[in-house]
């Protein structure tokens, strides 16, 4: 991967520069004076506020130790000499996407024949980055290989997007979580649920993953793996130490669950019914739907005889289309996800356009994979937005994605807390 060295010139001097407010109703902000000069001065002809939903014109991005100090028209700032200047020429420059439901990294069956000092997940972490996503919730992993890869980016080992990791997902003997993540995480006995909850907090879980119900990818909703009384004492226990849960539910059952359990979201969804629809929007919680997983499996197929499998996935994605176009419509609040491991890392993307597909419009979208996921992760005060304060997330496009939103899936340039990890010049 091509890293571009930034120059750290200190100069003091006082700039004015006007900032975007965050909200497009306020008045523009009063001028203010910089006590010194940015580390990087990034030029953007178009720049989308995703909060305001406004494409600003001829803005200057002013970014110091990994954060964005301020925003402002090209005309109002003088760019001083000496700084690192990066012309985004014609591209439309957005916030650092956000994935809210990945599995960049799981134990090999044998992993006897691995380097000690390999980090499982690396190349997943490395692809996602460069497609443009900054950030990532990681739900679920075998042998806390999510975890590791979660410090390693962060000690800066190995390149990647920032994670918020679960660690093992937790359900009952034989479910969901226990065929998928090994039995690592599976209680016996109801009581066991809460232990399970401080056990991955202590080995330092960022959010809690649980199984309510329901397979993988299937036409088959599946049944309820886990009372309203079980998840609420996973909810109870979580909340407590200060971390959010996310429930795989397919079924309406296990849906309504979770949901009536005080979960903060609802990952896959398949079969989502109007009254847990009604509720999710109510309360706030979240749907991360996981789409293009199911097309991708399909496009595959596409030139091989028909199978069972196929025609079960291919089921399964007409009934989720089906019941996520109505939650659409009902209102209930979505965040981008994309199950990623079911088909190669990097094109995470094209999440956003089935979602444009099933009702949102193409901002609403962009909101999903950004303020709306960010939200969701309790990352809102830091990224998801090109913000003052906010970190140096910020992804490059061609094209304009509020026009035809698949210009998203090709990234010309990703900077994550301040630094270039891909650009195209």
Known sequence: ??????????????????????????PAPEQ???????HVVIQARRLLDVRAGIVRRDQIVLVDDGKITAIGPRK??????????????????????????????????????????????????????LAGFTTVRNLGSTGRTDLLLRDAIREGRVPGPRM?????????????????????????????????VER???????????????????????TAELAIEQLGAVVAAAHRLGRKVAAHAQGADAIANAVAAGVDSIEHGTFIDEASARKMRERRIYLVPTLYRMDWIIEQGA???PSSRTDDIARARAAAHDHVRRAIQAGVPIALGTDSSVYPDGLNAREIAVLVRLGLSPLEAIRAATIHAAQLLGLE?????????????????????????????????????????????
């Open 303 to 305: 030139t091989k005889p």
């Open 32 to 38: 203010v004076l910089l006590s010194k000069a940015p």
């Open 381 to 425: 005060s830091e990224v998801g937005a090109l913000e003052p304060g906010k970190r140096a997330d910020l992804v490059a496009v061609q094209g304009d994605p509020l026009r035809d939103v698949r210009a998203v899936e090709q990234v010309d340039f990703v900077m994550k807390d301040g630094e270039v990890v891909k650009s195209s010049k």
């Open 76 to 129: 109002a700032i003088k760019v001083p000499t000496g700084v690192k200047l990066i012309d985004l020429g014609d591209a439309f420059a957005l916030p650092g996407l956000i994935d809210a439901h990945t599995h960049l990294a799981w134990k090999p069956a044998d992993s006897s024949q691995r380097s000690s000092n390999e980090v499982i997940g690396a190349d997943a972490a490395r692809a996602t980055l």
């Open 164 to 196: 918020v990791a679960a660690g093992a997902g937790i359900g009952i003997r034989g479910g969901t979580c226990d065929r998928v993540f090994g039995g690592e995480a599976v209680a016996s006995l109801p009581a066991d649920l809460a232990r399970l």
């Open 1 to 26: 991967m091509t890293r571009m060295l930034l120059h750290r010139a200190r100069i003091g001097l006082f700039m004015g520069i006007s900032l975007i407010a965050a909200d497009a109703a306020r």
């Open 200 to 222: 991955l907090f202590t080995e330092g879980a960022d959010v809690i993953k649980v199984c309510a119900g329901g397979g993988v990818i299937s036409s088959d909703p599946g």
